[in-house]
């Protein structure tokens, strides 16, 4: 947390400080500010991720966004693992 409001931190067991320049880019599907509201996650955590917020739907009320080659591979690369699991 320090490093994303201070822009530095300092390692364990160190001696000096080193300064950062850091980014957090955070998905989930969940509705973090009634999990906030519940106790279920922190507050200032949320306040300091929910700087942009994009709301973007699930691919299932996107069926366009899905285009048969992605659906190939999807399934090529469920073969190759379900061959290697057995």
Do not use: H, Y
Request: proline residues 3%; glycine residues 4%; negative net charge.
């Amino acid at each position: 947390m320090r490093a994303v409001q201070e822009k530095e931190f300092d390692c364990v067991g160190g001696t000096t400080t080193i300064k950062v320049d850091v980014r957090i880019l955070a998905a989930t599907n969940r509705k973090l500010k009634q999990s906030v509201m519940e106790g279920g996650f922190r507050e200032d955590l949320f306040f300091r991720l929910n700087v942009i917020n994009i709301v973007i739907p699930p691919l299932r009320e996107r069926r366009e966004d899905i285009v048969p080659e992605d659906i190939e591979i999807a399934t090529a690369k469920a073969v190759f693992l379900f061959i290697l699991w057995e």
